[in-house]
């Protein structure tokens, strides 16, 4: 069976309510519980006073009701005392102000200080539970690098980038050249006159802001890699290690996938729907979220936190629509997830999060949405061989965070989404109904038969040559715009023309470029087997000339209508497309459908807003339907109430 339960904060509560509680987790069908990420006070009131007695008590009482729990160590809320006693460990804004006890995750991931109290309890905490059966995973901190968190400049974190830049260049000429710093007379005479990448007239060094941005990742991980080897050295062999990702992952400066590398499977936070967003996010986009944290040990992954109320800080917005949270959890476990926890037990009525609505809300009563996730979990809680079935994807979407930086430090266009680049060509394969992986460009390709690589603007010879050999031996490559621009330094390569490194598999020349913003749109005219039919281009365009390749469709306004928008070629025993800008859905959709069909890759069509999940369990096949729409829609002859979502045994 599954493990499927509530984030439960028995804390915030009367103790005379932690028995009505844990009854109520239990008739809900839950089997585990998830707490004490924020609980560092209670269990170190005084430095150096561990106490675990109130855990230990809530423990035997959900023992009692045979319920399991995932245990969070404390450190993304340290007491108010640390605080107190060492200000050093609290991070500085890019302002150089400090930022100050009150919200969470104010520390500084290079304070020593920090790291020696956080290491403490995580080291207490975990052996005091090591032996407790109940306790069978333990989660790493909490959304480690969320809100802002992954961003410090303290002088700390300023002498440790230097040593950081001193190991990596070794010498400052190394570093002077590699940098290019003689533009604008930057010369460094020696690296600690390198400067954090604060506020400036203009801009900085496009080098140093890939550099500080490694670093942040370097900072971020190594604290994680130092608390998950502390856990690991210590907790029982019963138990897991792992850490809840949060939302807005390619936002951030780290790595994900070397910071989840020591875990033993990837925790998701799933919220469609967050702060005064009008709308959930589109479920596409959704979608791409949970094939990424698939992709990030490529093995199925849980989800520690899953919408059912609406939730915000000061403001919140849009309320799921009844059996829409539901619907959701269905599309994660089509995806990969396969045990869940919803967020959270109760909504909290004092605190940062009295507008964090839970399963059940501050009148403490069990309505429509605690009916929702029993309705779930009595309906899933039979499928673990399905949930717990690898997914085999034939098309993988490529991504690579020094790339990501690459774009976050110069947009170039002012449209430019990073994130909306990435759904552009992931959205025409996810419409069609086929597995997606999402993963970084360092992965093994050949068990793909599709890559998907959007703006890719950081190409490296390494990369050049996999995608190459991929697309010789019978694949196909999707590139999109600004594709080889850069090299590894953040830097345009001398007498190199576009798309540089990869040129020759595309079989186009990049011959002029132009920033469009979002608004700005252009048409395209279709060529060849896509004669008559037509397109549309924003944020960027790369004026194309055609050398091996086929045109696919041009521009067709003044002085630019004789180069190429889209291009198609033929490399070995495989195809290269590119993707000359920001091009809309249609033309996308139907190349989309001609890759797929010339690789015989069964995808299925479905009405808009319906989308289904195919999941092989030895050769038995299992359906997941999820209507996203609020309208009654039809499948497979079937009516889809509004936000369905369901499994079908073929
Ligand atoms: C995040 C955090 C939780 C809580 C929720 C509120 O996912 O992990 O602690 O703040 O958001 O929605
Ligand atoms: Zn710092």
New binding site residues.
Partial sequence: MPYLGVDYYPEHWPDEMIKEDIKGIKDLGANIVRMGEFAWHLMEPEEGMFDFSYFDSVISALKEQGIKIMFGTPTATFPAWLAHKYPSIL??NEDGQVRVFGGRRQY????ELYRKYAAMITKRLTEHYADEPAIISWQIDNELGHEGSDQ??????HE?FHRYLKNKYQSIDTLNETWGTIFWGQTYNNFNEIPVPKQTITTHNPSLKLDWARFRSN?INSFTHEMTGIVRKVKGEHQTVTTNVSGGFFDKSFDHEENVKKMDFVSYDNYPVWGGLEQPIEPASIAMTHDFNRGLLNKNYWIVEELMGAQGHDVIGYLPRPNQAKMWSYQAFAHGCSDMLYFRWRGMTKGAEQFCYGVVDHDNQYGRKYKEVQSLFEEIKENDHVLQSPIKADVAVLYDYDNIWSWKGQVQSKGFDFNEELLRLYRPFYKLNTPIDVIPTNRDLSNYRVVVVPVMQVVDRHLSQKLEQFAETGGTVLFSYRTGLKDRDNNLRLGEILPGPVREMVGARVEEIESLTGAHKLKLTGKGEFAHTYGEISVWRDLLVAEEADVLYEYSDNFYNQYAAVTQNNVGKGMVYYIGGGLNEEPLDRIAKNILSSHGITFIETPENVEVYERLVEKESYIFVMNHSGSLQLYDGEELEPYTGKIIKK
């Fill in positions: 991070s500085e500084c991931f290079n304070s410090c400049y303290c002088e700390k974190c440790q900072s």
